[in-house]
């Protein structure tokens, strides 16, 4: 069955960086767009990055030109490169396969940037 192990996330101050992985099992990884949402206390799920399978990128408003989403077929990896963090990234992060219906999700991995 589809998995998606995230890692990465942590305590960090304004200004910090931080690289979220997500290592991907039981799918062929390479034929599928990968996405990073997250989600802050309060607030609904939101789409951060997705890569498509022909490494094409999106991003949301908010974190363009901050973060960079990035994928190694052969690791079945996407990773989240975030720099220049701001408080309001703090959220849980999840990874997610875009397949049949509503794709599958990992378990998410926390970000906090707090001084």
């Known amino acids: 069955q589809v998995q998606l192990v995230e890692s990465g996330g942590g305590l960090v101050q304004p200004g910090g960086s931080l690289r979220l992985s997500c290592v991907a099992s039981?799918?062929?990884?390479?034929?599928?767009?990968m996405d990073w949402y997250r989600q802050a206390p309060g607030k609904q799920r939101e789409l951060v990055a997705a890569?498509?399978?022909?490494?094409?990128?999106n991003y949301a408003d908010s974190v363009k030109g901050r973060f960079t989403i990035s994928r190694v077929n052969a690791k079945k990896t996407v990773y989240l490169q975030m720099n220049s963090l701001k408080p309001e990234d703090t959220a849980v992060y999840y990874c997610?396969?875009?397949?049949?219906?509503?794709?599958?999700w990992g378990q998410g991995t926390q970000v906090t940037v707090s001084s």
């Open positions: 997610h396969q875009r397949g049949t219906g509503t794709g599958s």
């Open positions: 039981g799918f062929i990884f390479n034929i599928y767009t």
């Open positions: 890569i498509g399978s022909d490494f094409t990128t």
